[in-house]
């Protein structure tokens, strides 16, 4: 670039102070040509700087360009797609697991209830008998209880309790103390009342026999007579003791 | 003066009115602004360097618009548009460059 050597000498004027004249000074038909034509600038650029925020940006694009674009987009589709899919694929195997764990939680819920009831931790109710063993003579012995449990037991009874207080599981004992018969401990007092959860006639079938539970208790001189509710209910439990020693083998 | 107020009177019409481009001039109105826009920076160092003159800032205004909007319609013709567009964009950028330094230096010396 020319550093600034003034082509006419004799004005001697820089950049500058030419500027400074031209826009004080006196306008003349070029300098009104001059704006014309930076007006006409000014408006194209204006319009097109407008037209460049307000339309979308395809308008205007060439055909190649449009193709360009197209082919950007279906490709960005496909790719959406196949994600879509895979993210079905991965929905779906999770619907399945799920559904899977929930109908193995259920399974293990009623397991859990099931062995619940037969373990005694929880409580039970359902159809059955109510027994009641009168020993005004102070006869009945424990080995008569245990004969009658039994009995039930093999009749199908899933829940026993005594005296609607003690719970007749798979471990309890019968015994006999100086002061009468204690089940699991717990002293027994006459009358005895039996609650068995289980099929009725065939609980109560299980009574009647001949040297059965009913005519063992009648030869000492107590009576045993049985009733059938609607509804049995047991709510005695035992506490959950799990194992000391056994483990599960699998 | 009159220069400065008539860029001034375009821009404030053209936000006023706000226009629609017609679409076949689509194309080619960005290109002709930045020619136009050389061709001004063109003329202002001319001016400062006093070799001004009307008559040749009227010329190669319109031949520039004229030549960079034949140039992008030979390209569209010939399948390389878009091509020519950005040439076009990168020649006329680098002339305003070059024009903006020289009138820098005339007004502020530097």
């Given at each position: 670039m020319p550093e600034s050597t003034p082509p006419r000498p004799p004005a001697r004027r820089t950049g500058r102070q030419r500027l400074r004249d031209a826009a004080l000074g006196r306008p003349t038909r070029g300098h009104v040509l001059i704006g014309l034509l930076l007006a006409g600038v000014?408006?194209?650029?204006?319009?097109?700087?407008?037209?460049?925020?307000?339309?979308?940006?395809?308008?205007?694009?060439?055909?190649?360009?449009?193709?360009?674009v197209f082919d950007g987009i279906s490709a960005s589709t496909q790719r959406a797609e196949r994600e879509i899919e895979r993210l079905r694929?991965?929905?779906?195997?999770l619907r399945s697991n799920t559904s899977q764990r929930q109908a193995a939680l259920d399974q293990a819920r009623q397991d859990q209830a099931v062995y619940g009831i037969l373990a005694g931790v929880l409580g039970a109710e359902g159809p059955g008998i109510r027994i009641t063993i009168e020993d005004p003579a102070g006869e009945v012995r424990a080995s008569a209880l245990l004969d009658t449990v039994q009995e039930l037991r093999a009749a199908g009874a899933e829940a026993i309790e005594f005296n609607d207080a003690i719970r007749f599981i798979a471990q309890s004992s019968v015994g006999e103390s100086a002061q009468g018969i204690t089940v699991d401990g717990e002293l027994l007092t006459a009358p005895y009342v039996i609650d068995v959860i289980g099929e009725p006639t065939t609980l109560a079938d299980a009574l009647v026999f001949p040297g059965g539970p009913k005519e063992?208790?009648?030869e000492v001189g107590g009576t045993l007579v049985h009733e059938q509710p609607d509804l049995v209910v047991v709510e005695s439990t035992v506490e959950d003791a799990g194992t000391q020693f056994a483990n599960p083998a699998d | 003066m009159i220069a400065a107020l008539g860029l001034l009177a375009g821009i404030v019409l053209g936000l006023v009115l706000q226009p629609d481009v017609p679409l076949w001039l689509e194309p080619y109105l960005p290109i002709a602004v930045?020619?136009?826009?050389?061709?001004?920076?063109?003329?202002?160092?001319?001016?400062?360097?006093?070799?001004?003159?009307?008559?040749?800032?009227?010329?190669?205004?319109?031949?520039?618009?004229?030549?960079?909007?034949?140039?992008?319609?030979?390209?569209d013709k010939l399948g390389v548009g878009g091509q020519l567009t950005t040439a076009v964009i990168v020649v006329l950028g680098i002339r305003i460059f070059s024009n903006v330094a020289a009138i820098r230096r005339h007004v502020f010396h530097a």
């Open positions: 000014g408006f194209a650029a204006m319009v097109q700087v407008q037209s460049n925020e307000r339309d979308d940006e395809y308008a205007g694009l060439r055909q190649d360009d449009l193709i360009r694929g991965t929905l779906e195997q063992r208790v009648e | 930045v020619a136009a826009l050389d061709a001004v920076f063109g003329g202002l160092r001319a001016f400062l360097d006093g070799i001004f003159d009307d008559k040749v800032f009227v010329v190669s205004f319109t031949s520039n618009v004229v030549i960079a909007a034949a140039i992008v319609f030979l390209g």
